[in-house]
């Protein structure tokens, strides 16, 4: 930890550009740029590489050599491994902007239609290994582990949840005693769909790992029904 | 790999008893001997690390540490890391003894019974530890992963499964068109009880991981038992 390095900030003097390598200015936050400069192959690379081996199987070398840069430009850009994997896990989705979507139309179908969206970010090369590195590195990382944490207690799941339990006709269909459980019936969605990514993804247990998607939407859209609106008690 | 381990076979003249270590003799197979002897200390202390670490994070060394045993001693008796994983994680269930006394009772619960059952194993000390080490590791190695696929696709799940499938007064209640479902409804099982495990143990999300036993069972047990038994196309 004695490495002077700048973590989770954008620097605009990388060590690359003082060693004559080619990199762009790397001072945009926000929306990632797109592969083309340094930064961002260096988080593409991360993104496979968690997604690929987990956090401990992923090692820095590695990264650096997938992305074609020295080790050390990717401690200078991004600081420590753990904080490369939070700037690479960063799930290209806003919360807010999915419910309204997924909860227009009919409200006895609202699990079906969740269970679509998320396998949709698996089969999208642009969300697949963001989702893969985290469930995956969760498993034996504490800072994916919160993140994991975070994502199925307070992202899309939980602001779905609290859609369902304050807005019409979900909130009666709930009722006030489903109202109260709106942590709990977040967590069990949680639940189903990570187990999901674990069995089609992680682990690959046939014949549920190449099932098609409309039959993995028939089979658990009703379980996330019952799980955001239905009886749980 | 040039060391002269004997690895999955206990050996009758450890290297332990040469050092004039104290040692049992350890030529026992089928179940585990008590952690009175090295052996089983060992064995015990590689289900705690990879239970709290998972398969990249526990080393050799730490787990001789846990056992007070030289590493050497881990190597003799059990070869290479993922060799003593394979020999930690023994399950101490029989599928074929489970699926019954789950099949017996009333039909329309035979879904709630099995998490009850399942919540059970997570809370003894006994499975505990061997449930976590493999979610926890197969994250990330493919030797637990392949573990993991095994159960979920030839375990407990599977067994129950076939006698649903198989045995009245389930056959009557799945019909021919689920019977053709078999595998896709066990491992439909497995992703919600493997991602309840990930969620209650490995995450640790709440409210979900400290609901009690009885919450979880009547919220899940619905779930469960319409992927064993009811309408999943």
Redesign the interface.
Known sequence: MSRPASPGRADPAPAGARSGRPTERPGRSGRRPGTSDTRGRILAAARGAFAE??F??ATIRAIAAAAEVDPALVHHYFGTKQQLFVAAMELPVDPAAVAPSLLAGDPATVGTRLVRFVLGLWDDPATRPVMLGI??????DPVA?GM??AI??EGPFAAIVRAVMSEEPYATLVGPIGQADA??RA??V???????L???A????????S?PAE?VV???G??IQ??LAGD??
Not at 190 to 196: A, E, F, K, P, Y
Not at 202 to 209: K, R
């Open positions: 081996s987990g401990d199987g469930v995956r590195s969760a498993a034996s582990a994991l944490r199925l207690a942590e709990l967590t069990l949680g639940s189903q769909l990570v187990g999901l674990m069995a089609r992680v682990v690959a247990v046939e014949p549920l790992a099932a039959v028939a089979a658990v009703p379980t019952r799980y749980i008690g």
